[in-house]
């Protein structure tokens, strides 16, 4: 394992003394290099999605936190540096990733996992409560969240074990595997931390669904993660104010209604193309934490419906590009690099639907971040994390099984002559 990485660290240091600035941009940009011609178009393509929504999301936190970091520091760019600070971490893990075999990466999974386990159990001992929430480790002026941390490893981790259900493997490993799931499931809810834990169980439900464990496994696990939520809200008070409020949040709309209402009135006040960059007036004064769990608030009134919609087109590409690298790994010797793709997916683009859905009102406000856009070190390593991966998995896909993609998008061009033969003829 430690070859791969020495090889590549002297590659590196290689071509920077040989290579000077093309080889410091084959690492930050390697589709436009030639040492990776042989990559599908696929994988092209979604690293450089990726790119594209790191860099807007970059542009977006600089608009939103402006005026809170003004204030609170004296410095409007104060969150955008450290930011800066952990896209550079960011990059450079994505490059690495992306250069590594799936295989090695999945040897790392098992000690990646009860790393994220050992750091979860800390936060009842030493954790750092801050808006009554104990999810964060102080090292220092770092802060770790292990319920962050812990996303790339349990997608690596449910692939493994859930790709292999069906094989002749011992029980206890099945069994082990399973306790440390529900042991990080409940360390998250107990933070408290419901949206984080739901996000994470469906994450391993779905996993689970794809690699085809018995519809009786998931219906149990469905019961029980119900009963769980129903527990959690009949303990904590505002985690069903939050229910209530969400369904009219202006019967309180300066208590319980008020994160919600101020972000409906940022996304309404953005008309249809928005008052432009860097000039909401719902994040000077009203919006809460805009700068993290309703970005994309800020975001909507920036660029109004035009621009929000411009940015749900995008998460759809991204989506369909992720669909065609889950269908062309169909066969069963590629199972787990399907699930790896899936359980990615599912986390990068279900994570960002929901502080959508949130931000215009059709969810409970959730703690969520917006991958890429929000605020935060941790989440943003782990959302390059989750796209590497599937990067990864793309490059990997062997040529005989991926799918002719320009017959699929030929079929609305051919569809649209055939109506205009059609029209001409009539």
Not at 47 to 72: D, H, N, R
Not at 112 to 132: D, K, Q
Not at 216 to 225: A, C, K, V
Not at 392 to 404: F, M, Q, S, Y
Request: with cysteine.
């Amino acid at each position: 394992m430690i070859k791969y990485f020495l090889f590549i660290l002297i590659q590196f240091i290689e071509d920077l003394l040989i290579g000077g600035f093309n080889a410091l941009f084959f690492y930050l940009f390697p589709t436009a290099h030639p040492r990776c011609i042989g990559w599908w178009i696929i994988a092209r393509w979604l690293q450089w999605l990726t790119f594209l929504w790191f860099s807007v999301g970059l542009i977006v936190l600089c608009s939103a936190s402006y005026p809170s970091a003004l204030i609170e520091f004296g410095d409007g760019l104060y969150y955008v540096k450290r930011q800066l600070i952990w896209s550079i971490i960011g990059l450079i893990q994505f490059n690495i990733l992306i250069r590594l075999p799936i295989k090695l990466i999945l040897r790392f999974a098992g000690y990646g996992m009860i790393g994220s386990v050992i750091l979860l159990a800390l936060t009842f001992f030493m954790g750092m409560s801050i808006n009554g929430a104990v999810r964060w480790i102080s090292i220092g002026p770092i802060l770790l969240q292990p319920s962050e941390i812990v996303k790339p490893f349990l997608v690596l981790q449910s692939a493994i074990i859930f790709g292999m259900w069906n094989a002749a493997k011992p029980p206890k490993i099945k069994l082990f595997w399973i306790f440390i799931f529900v042991f990080v499931l409940i360390s998250i809810l107990l933070q408290p931390n419901l949206s984080t834990s739901s996000l994470c169980a469906l994450i391993l439900w779905l996993v689970a669904l794809t690699a085809g464990v018995r519809w009786f496994y998931l219906n149990l696990i469905t019961i029980l993660g119900f009963l769980t939520a129903l527990i959690s809200l009949g303990l904590r008070e505002y985690q069903r104010l939050r229910i209530i409020s969400f369904l009219n949040p202006w019967a309180n709309p300066t208590t319980t209604g008020y994160q919600l209402v101020q972000s409906l009135l940022a996304v309404g006040s953005g008309g249809l193309t928005g008052s432009g960059l860097s000039s909401s007036y719902q994040k000077l004064y009203f919006l809460p934490i805009q700068y993290t769990d309703f970005i994309f608030s800020v975001f909507a009134e920036e660029f109004g419906l035009l621009g929000s919609s411009f940015f749900i087109i995008f998460l759809l590409s991204y989506f369909t590009l992720g669909i065609i690298v889950i269908l062309s790994n169909t066969s069963e010797n590629r199972k787990v690099h399907r699930l790896l793709a899936f359980g990615s997916l599912v986390a990068l683009i279900g994570q960002s639907i929901l502080n959508i859905g949130v931000s215009i009102g059709i969810l409970p406000t959730t703690g969520l971040p917006l991958p890429f856009f929000s605020y935060g070190g941790n989440s943003l390593l782990v959302n390059f994390f989750l796209s590497a991966i599937l990067v990864r998995v793309a490059i990997e896909t062997e040529k005989r099984d991926r799918l002719n993609i320009k017959s699929i998008l030929g079929y609305p061009y051919k569809i649209t002559k055939w109506v205009g033969k059609r029209i001409q003829k009539n």
